[in-house]
């Protein structure tokens, strides 16, 4: 078999096998529950996913708990896709240009969808449908409506077009000019090329009347909208005031929308009459143009910026840039305040005007032949300038020979030559090129001038002092075991005889070994002051408290270097051998190497054995392992057990006084260590009193609860 | 009668070294070998051996096994058999005691968890009347005594006085007038004592031997105990006074790294230990028990069969190595067969001609 079966295969196995019968229609599905049956119901939880094989496309965890989308549908071919997750942090717009762009048709149920195709039906204008159209008026009456307050075409009109004149046009004699087609020019065309053409219209002018008390120019809160809307709320608020006094043309297309749809203000009886408009109609005020050739204003939805509340792409404006901007149309006057409005500052600057214009105030023009009175005489020239320092230079005196030209008494300090050796003075003219320095006497001076014995003196004043506690303590904790500079044994040496020195242990003074300059010297010894304050042992309270445990010079080989200076590291001291391990290692097995101790068996042990316990396992004592613990022994001072050790000990040491073996110990050297072989001091050493313990570690508070 | 140095045979079958062998019961017809191969194999010597090798690349024909314990998921270190032949238990890297029944071959019992021992148990024993009670001792540095015959899960006793590792204990049957040891427990440590828990006087004698103790047997009137060190020597002491009696010793004979097995044979006339110092072939040394002179060297003929090369840590080739780790004595020391067993996995029975 290459593999499963399809589903179809399988479903047409399931359908010969279940219901062989059944030629027309959908069988019924088998009656035997094993039988997986397809397309009869499951619940809903039994529901496995399948792919389009028949097999199971979840397992194991996967079926169970967790569910994505619909029973685990995500991904599947019922289920959707889970969109992959794009970061946004390096790309942020993609994923906002894919974001569909909502348009007004997206909340617009199919009614007003209707609607908004019929409002896009095409239509003739009203103008070209015949006659008894008002839909024009608004037009006509905003051109013309101040002068004639008359519906209808008026008589002037009438003679007016009957006279040539045609509405838009101007009134007046033809114009000749070239054609303005708006950048539709064909290619033909001549550009120079002059027609003669009707005079452009003239907008009437109207003036608002002034009924209030404000000041001129005064516009509120309008101002505060900004310029440009400020105007257009004037127009307007005009426009709603009068109803019919329009003087400019230009507003002519906004009087036109506002009317296209019911707005606040307009009623019933301002509709144009139009059959397509319903006044009452309730639905998007979407207004669409409803005239061939009317122009419409594109809707700007795309206008590239992220934020969609902002009406134009933000556009980075730099200070500069804005400043420029700013002083080209707001220049501020010269008591810093903005123009009046409708006012612009002028751009040029009269009194500058006044002063740099050329031409206009030229200097006087000097007059030919004019010689200024103030000229330099011709005599002064012929002698040549010396600044003092230059002749400072020129001249060959030194400062003394100066001095005695002035008279002056001789300055009591020294030149630098005075000191030098002619040696040196040399070298410095040969350095400096110059012949002329002067003599070097080779003084020494004062300070210097010191007998060998007085050099020295000073020298050792400068030595660092440590005080005599801290040199011998410090001493003594080198004798004791530490001394810092192990590695270096000259070092050392040095240290110990600046501490000895110190410690007026030794009365010579501290000479200097030869390899060294005084400074460095003096460095080492100022290292090894620092070093005695830090090795000095514990001092004070603690020193008092606490006593070393062993002074390794104890032991024998380093007593006979004391002399010679302390060991580099105290030597621990060897542990003190089991005395049945030496026995054993001796060879000597038998009561030495023996001990014995109460053991305490359990009963059950007792009874597994068949013996009766003995008679020190209390009778009531547990069976188990808790049991080997000794109840009955009160805890004694020596053990028994340690003086079966000691009289172990004995025996064994009558057996070396015997048999005259020499043990391997480090004990029988020298008369002066005495380690007391008896005597385990850790173990038979009388314990301290409590009030040793107390006064050591106790804490005072502790004795008052 | 003449020391028997003649193979009777060679049970083969242990991929591993075997740790611990021992003969079942009077009339000792069988033998067990403990092997690291975490089994227990049952051989019957007197069965035909196998045919002689004739492809070295083959492994032998295991013949006489008649039975392998399996349950075992370390290796084993440690048999003792009851003496009734019916029961065995076995100890090993598993930190429990594992009590056979011999025929089933499968365990009745496993002694350990939470009371049991925390580490590898080194050695096992059979105690008190009726084997009632097993005596285990381990990596742990504790000796414990479990109830076969109770329920409880937790040993009766614990013997904790040990400073290292427990490396072989001896334990008494309780018949007797208690001379011969029946009412002791012994033990041996690698911290070099032997202790000695009297359970009639409710006593624990410590004897210092001084070196790592890997081995214990007892001479049958209970007077003296072979101790077996790691410094290439073997100890008679005097169980009463802690007397040292006979060292067995010799130039050639080291033991100093690993735990050997000693024993007595021939009625306690022979003292047997295998040796470290050799190569492919392991050598048994033999010492006269009274005079203490070295009797027989026996050349214990390692596998023929090619094992795996070990590689050192140095990453050289090691050289092969049969180590007599352990021996044996039919019917405790009374029999005329003895056998050993090592490194090689192979276990060699001795008799007479």
Redesign the interface.
């Given at each position: 078999m290459s593999g499963k079966r399809s589903r179809a295969t399988y479903e047409s196995d399931l359908q010969a096998q279940q219901s062989p019968f059944v030629t027309y229609g959908t069988p019924l599905p088998p009656f035997d529950p094993e039988v997986r049956d397809d397309g009869s119901y499951v619940p809903v939880w039994k529901q496995e996913v399948r792919d389009e094989r028949g097999l199971k496309r979840l397992h194991g965890a996967f079926t169970g708990g967790f569910s994505a989308g619909y029973f685990n549908t995500v991904g599947s071919k019922e289920g959707w896709t889970p969109s992959t997750f794009v970061s946004s942090r390096t790309n942020r717009k993609k994923d906002a240009e894919k974001a569909p762009q909502q348009r007004p048709e997206d909340f617009m149920d199919d009614e007003d969808r209707a609607d908004a195709e019929d409002a896009q039906r095409v239509q003739t204008a009203e103008g070209f449908s015949g006659l008894g159209s008002t839909e024009e008026d608004a037009a006509r009456r905003g051109a013309l409506i101040d002068l004639f307050r008359v519906e209808g075409e008026t008589i002037g009109v009438k003679l007016l077009k009957k006279m040539g004149w045609k509405e838009g046009q101007g009134i007046g004699p033809k114009v000749r000019r070239s054609a303005r087609l708006g950048g539709n020019e064909q290619v033909g065309d001549d550009p120079d090329a002059t027609h003669l053409f009707a005079p452009e219209n003239t907008n009437m002018i109207s003036f608002t009347k002034k009924n209030d008390h404000k000041g001129l120019g005064y516009e509120g809160e309008a101002r505060l909208s900004g310029n440009g809307n400020s105007i257009a709320a004037h127009k307007s608020e005009d426009e709603e005031e009068a109803g019919d006094r329009t003087a400019l043309v230009a507003t002519k297309k906004q009087t036109k929308k506002k009317a296209a749809r019911g707005g606040i203000g307009i009623g019933i009886l301002n509709d144009t009459g139009s059959d397509d408009e319903d006044p009452y109609e309730i639905g998007p005020r979407i207004s669409y143009n409803k005239v061939i050739g009317g122009d419409k204003k594109k809707k700007k939805f795309v206008n590239g910026s992220a934020n969609p509340s902002l009406k134009s792409k933000p556009v980075f404006i730099s200070k500069k840039a804005a400043l420029e901007k700013a002083s080209k149309g707001f220049r501020k006057c010269r008591d810093g305040r903005l123009p009046l409005d409708g006012f612009i500052l002028s751009s040029i600057d009269e009194f500058s005007e006044l002063t740099l214009s050329d031409g206009k105030y030229a200097p006087l023009e000097i007059p030919e032949g004019w010689k200024s009175s103030k000229q330099a005489k011709p005599g002064s020239e012929s002698t040549n300038f010396i600044s003092t320092a230059d002749a400072a230079k020129l001249s060959s005196l030194d400062p003394k020979a100066r001095a005695a030209i002035l008279g002056e008494a001789a300055l009591p300090g020294k030149s630098v030559f005075d000191f030098l050796s002619p040696a040196a003075r040399e070298k410095l003219a040969s350095a400096s090129g110059k012949s002329n320095l002067p003599l070097a006497l080779g003084e020494i001076p004062k300070g210097y001038n010191m007998t060998e014995e007085e050099r020295h003196k000073e020298l050792l004043a400068q030595v660092p002092r440590v005080d005599r506690a801290t040199a011998e303590a410090a001493l003594s904790r080198g004798a004791s075991g530490f001394m810092p500079y192990g590695e270096d044994e000259a070092k050392r040496s040095r240290y110990r005889n600046y501490l000895e020195n110190q410690a007026g242990i030794r009365s010579s003074p501290l000479e200097r070994s030869g390899g060294f300059s005084k400074n460095d010297w003096l460095k080492e010894l100022q290292e090894f002051a620092n070093c005695a304050q830090i090795f000095k042992p514990m001092s004070g309270m603690m020193a008092t408290r606490f006593t070393s445990s062993t002074s390794a010079p104890k032991v024998a080989s380093d007593a006979s270097e004391l002399s010679a200076g302390p060991a580099l590291l105290s030597k621990p001291e060897p542990k003190p051998e089991?005395p049945?391990?030496q026995?054993?290692?001796l060879?000597m097995?038998?009561?030495m190497?023996?001990?014995?101790?109460?053991?305490?068996?359990?009963r059950?042990?007792?009874k597994?054995?068949?013996?009766?316990?003995?008679?020190?396992?209390q009778p009531g004592s547990t069976?188990?392992?808790e049991?080997?613990m000794p109840r009955n022994m009160a805890p004694d001072l020596v053990s028994k057990t340690a003086i079966d050790e000691m009289m172990m000990q004995g025996i064994r040491n009558q057996n070396f006084a015997s048999a005259n073996i020499q043990a391997p110990e480090p004990v029988i050297k020298k008369e002066e260590i005495v380690i007391d072989t008896e005597k385990n001091e850790a173990l038979e050493g009388q314990r301290a009193g409590e009030a040793v313990f107390k006064a050591i570690f106790g804490d005072d508070s502790d004795d008052d609860d | 009668m003449a020391f028997p140095t003649k193979v009777v045979t060679q049970l083969y079958g242990s991929i591993g070294p075997v740790h611990a062998l021992a003969y079942s019961s009077s009339p000792s017809t069988y033998i067990l070998t403990g092997s690291s191969d975490r089994s227990i194999r049952l051989y019957n010597p007197s069965r035909p051996s196998p045919p002689p090798i004739t492809n070295p690349l083959e492994p032998p024909k295991a013949t006489q096994l008649i039975q392998t314990y399996s349950a075992h998921g370390y290796e084993v270190l440690d048999i003792t058999v009851a003496r009734d032949n019916a029961t065995f238990a076995s100890v090993g890297g598993d930190r429990s005691v594992f009590y056979w029944d011999v025929s089933t071959a499968k365990t009745i019992r496993r002694f350990g968890g939470n009371q049991g021992h925390t580490a590898r148990i080194n050695t096992i024993t059979f105690a008190g009347t009726g084997d009632c009670l097993l005596v285990s001792g381990g990596f742990d540095t504790s000796v414990r005594i479990w109830d076969v015959k109770s329920n409880n899960a937790k040993p009766i006793m614990l013997l904790d006085e040990a400073g290292d590792s427990i490396s072989c204990v001896l334990a008494g049957n309780g018949e007797g007038n208690g001379k011969g040891g029946e009412y002791e427990v012994l033990s041996g440590s690698v911290d070099g004592r032997v202790r000695t828990y009297d359970v009639r006087m409710g006593k624990v004698e410590t004897d210092v031997v001084g070196t790592s103790v890997t081995s214990l047997a007892r001479t049958r009137d209970g007077k003296g105990v072979l101790v077996g060190g790691l410094d290439s020597s073997i100890r008679l002491m005097d169980r009463d006074t802690g007397g040292l009696l006979k060292t067995y010793k010799h130039d050639g004979f080291k033991n100093d790294e690993f735990r050997m097995w000693s024993c007595f044979g021939g009625n306690e006339r022979w003292v047997l230990c295998g040796n470290e110092d050799v190569g492919a072939d392991g050598q048994v040394v033999v010492w006269d028990t009274l005079t203490g002179n070295v009797e027989e060297k026996i050349t214990v003929e390692g596998a023929k069969a090619e094992g795996k090369k070990k590689i050192g840590r140095d990453g050289k080739v090691k050289d092969r190595q049969n180590v007599v780790s352990c021996v044996a004595w039919k019917q405790e020391g009374r029999g005329n067969q003895w056998c050993c067993g090592g490194t090689d996995g192979v276990v060699t029975v001795f008799g007479v001609a």
């Open positions: 089991d049945a391990e026995a054993a290692k060879g097995y038998g009561p190497t023996r001990s014995s101790k109460d053991w305490y068996p359990t059950l042990l007792c597994r054995f068949n013996v009766q316990p003995p008679s020190h396992v069976e188990h392992a049991g080997d | -």
